[in-house]
């Protein structure tokens, strides 16, 4: 374990009394230091206090150490799996595999978009963007695996940029919903630091 915890107190009331680090992976520098404040913005947002969620936690300890030992592409999409999971554990993402509200099947090309409001439904004129029901249908069945992680990193990494684009704008929108804000603070600082 990278950090040895010592409680003190009656078996009633426990009390932390000293946190120490036992080492671990890299420290994240940079953008991915930068990813791994947006992963912990997510998480204080989403989750409410005490709650546990022993696999998320796990997942996150993994991506931690994804984007501290690489960069470019590698970092969006672990940040793209990580927030497909974290929606799917805390029960904010619909089934993907087909429409949320006619659980009609989803038609292998035609274009569906994920919305806050609706889950997910056929795309339309006034949509910016959205994604062919056999990316949909993957991406439920990497989720649907015994090792999710693992295969929905792989899937985000096969995509197409314009696809990866497609999938953040949407689950950025389901995310800043759920979040009840308009950008989140990670996402107001990494504009911020672009426009210097």
């Given at each position: 374990q990278?950090?040895?915890v010592?409680?003190?107190?009656?078996?009633?009331?426990?009390?932390?009394?000293?946190?120490?680090?036992?080492?671990?992976?890299?420290?994240?520098?940079?953008?991915?230091?930068?990813s791994?404040?947006?992963?912990?913005?997510?998480?204080?947002?989403?989750?409410?206090?005490?709650?546990?969620?022993?696999?998320?936690?796990?997942?996150y300890?993994?991506?931690?150490?994804?984007?501290?030992?690489?960069?470019?592409?590698?970092?969006?999409?672990?940040?793209?799996?990580?927030?497909?999971?974290?929606?799917?554990?805390?029960?904010?993402?619909p089934?993907?595999n087909?429409?949320?509200?006619?659980?009609?099947?989803?038609?292998?090309?035609?274009?569906?978009?994920?919305?806050?409001?609706?889950?997910?439904?056929?795309?339309?004129?006034?949509?910016?963007?959205?994604l062919?029901?056999?990316?949909?249908?993957?991406?439920h069945?990497?989720?649907?695996?015994?090792?999710?992680?693992?295969?929905?990193?792989?899937?985000?990494?096969?995509?197409?940029?314009?696809?990866r684009?497609?999938?953040?704008?949407?689950?950025?929108?389901?995310?800043?919903y759920?979040?009840g804000?308009?950008?989140?603070?990670?996402?107001?600082?990494?504009?911020?630091?672009?426009s210097?």
């Amino acid at each position: 374990q990278p950090l040895h915890v010592a409680f003190g107190g009656d078996a009633e009331i426990r009390t932390l009394r000293s946190a120490e680090w036992q080492g671990g992976h890299v420290m994240p520098t940079g953008d991915a230091l930068l990813s791994g404040y947006y992963l912990n913005e997510l998480l204080m947002t989403l989750l409410a206090r005490d709650d546990p969620h022993a696999a998320l936690f796990d997942i996150y300890a993994r991506v931690v150490q994804v984007i501290a030992s690489e960069h470019g592409e590698v970092l969006q999409t672990a940040l793209r799996t990580y927030e497909l999971l974290l929606l799917r554990d805390i029960g904010f993402l619909p089934e993907l595999n087909a429409q949320t509200l006619t659980l009609s099947p989803l038609e292998p090309d035609a274009l569906y978009v994920l919305v806050a409001e609706g889950g997910l439904r056929t795309h339309n004129a006034q949509d910016r963007t959205g994604l062919a029901g056999s990316v949909w249908l993957q991406l439920h069945d990497s989720l649907s695996t015994d090792a999710p992680f693992t295969a929905t990193l792989r899937l985000c990494a096969e995509m197409p940029p314009e696809q990866r684009n497609a999938l953040q704008g949407q689950l950025r929108a389901l995310l800043h919903y759920h979040c009840g804000v308009k950008t989140l603070r990670t996402r107001q600082m990494m504009i911020d630091l672009q426009s210097l």
